[in-house]
Each structure stands twice: as structure tokens, then as C-alpha cells.
């Protein structure tokens, strides 16, 4: 049997791995974009925050598995922001989701605490990342983080697995992306 794809926005990701070819850039889709709008989905998110939108993937998958929800996600390249801007307008979430542009520190210092998802996909996470990111999630929120097996990502990964603060699961064998659970 062929296999089809149910991805509605498998161009927004071909896009992109093309755009990462030709430019030897960091834009690169999370491989499971169908995950991200289920765990959204699940927590019936309210609001998003996403750190590394490239061209806006997993923006759009958010938005797709939590309908009412407003996605903050956050480029610091100015290129990635206004192609990730026309790929949300083309699939009509321009008042959906709402790309920052900047870099990670200083846009989350920026925004209101209370999201209920998070999400980092931004090269290696750093520790002090994740204090922002823990401010800006409510009690209870869900952190899935990406690229933990990326050199630097260490002290991030570590302070994951402080049982006083995340309840955290890998969902892969390799350690890759973890599920947090603000506690």
C-alpha cells in the first residue's frame, strides 16, 4: 500500500528543508508536527509558546490541534520571521499566531506569564532559557523540549530532571525531545 501523507502543511516543511539546502541555515521542521498539534490539543491549550519558528511548521500544527488558541512563537532570524509570516497569512492564522521577532531572552522577559504549552526547538536549549520559559508557564503547563542531545544542552537537560520543579518523560530512545510537566 502507498503511503499518503495527512500532513496539511508537508509544503510549509518541504519549504523549509529546502530553504535550509540553499542556505546552510539553522531552519529546520521538527519531524513530528502531528505530535505538537495533539499534545496542544490534549492540554486543550489555550495559548502557545513556541521558541524556534523557522518558517513556521510547528506554528501551524499548534494552531491546528488547539483551534482557540493564540501561538506566541518566537525567530530570531529576520528572514525565517518573514517567510514563517507568509506561510501562516497562506493558510489564513495570521491572527492565530503571532511571530516575535527577536531573540529568546529578550522577547520571553517580554511576555505575560500563563501558557499552557510551551515548546523549544531553537538549537541547543541553555539553562537559563527554561527559568523564563518556567515563569511564563501556568502551574500544571506542558514544556516539550527538542534538540537535548545538542552540545551545551546539558545543564538544561539537567535541570528537567529536578523532581521538585518538572515531571519529565523522553519520548524517544535517544533523549532527544522531553515532555515536562510544570510542578
Keep these: ?15 523549509t528543508l529546502k530553504h ?17 498539534g495533539a499534545l496542544a490539543a490534549s492540554a486543550n491549550a ?7 519558528t523557522a518558517l513556521g511548521y510547528t506554528a501551524l500544527w499548534f494552531a491546528k490541534g488547539a483551534p482557540e488558541a493564540v501561538v506566541d512563537t ?3 532570524d529576520g528572514e525565517h ?10 493558510h489564513g492564522l495570521a491572527g492565530h499566531i503571532v511571530v516575535h521577532e527577536g531573540e529568546f531572552g529578550e ?3 517580554q511576555l505575560d506569564p500563563g501558557y499552557d504549552v510551551a515548546f523549544f526547538d531553537g538549537s541547543a536549549p ?21 534538540n537535548l542531545t545538542h552540545a551545551g544542552a546539558e545543564a538544561y537537560l539537567a535541570a528537567l530532571q529536578e523532581k521538585k520543579s518538572w515531571l519529565t518523560a523522553f519520548i524517544d530512545e535517544d533523549h532527544e525531545t522531553a515532555l515536562s510537566i510544570k510542578l
Excluded at 20 to 36: I, V
Excluded at 138 to 146: D, E
Design 1 to 15: 500500500m502507498a503511503k499518503t501523507t495527512t500532513d496539511p502543511f508537508a509544503a510549509v516543511r518541504e519549504a
Design 46 to 52: 489555550r495559548r502557545v509558546l513556541e521558541l524556534g
Design 20 to 36: 535550509r539546502a540553499e542556505h546552510g541555515c539553522g531552519a529546520y521542521p521538527y519531524g513530528n508536527g502531528a505530535l505538537l
Design 107 to 109: 522577547v520571553l522577559r
Design 74 to 76: 518566537i525567530e530570531g
Design 81 to 90: 520571521a518573514r517567510l514563517a509570516r507568509e506561510h501562516i497569512e497562506a
Design 126 to 146: 541553555a539553562r537559563p532559557l527554561l527559568k523564563e520559559i518556567r515563569r511564563l508557564l501556568r502551574a500544571r503547563g506542558l514544556l516539550i523540549s527538542a
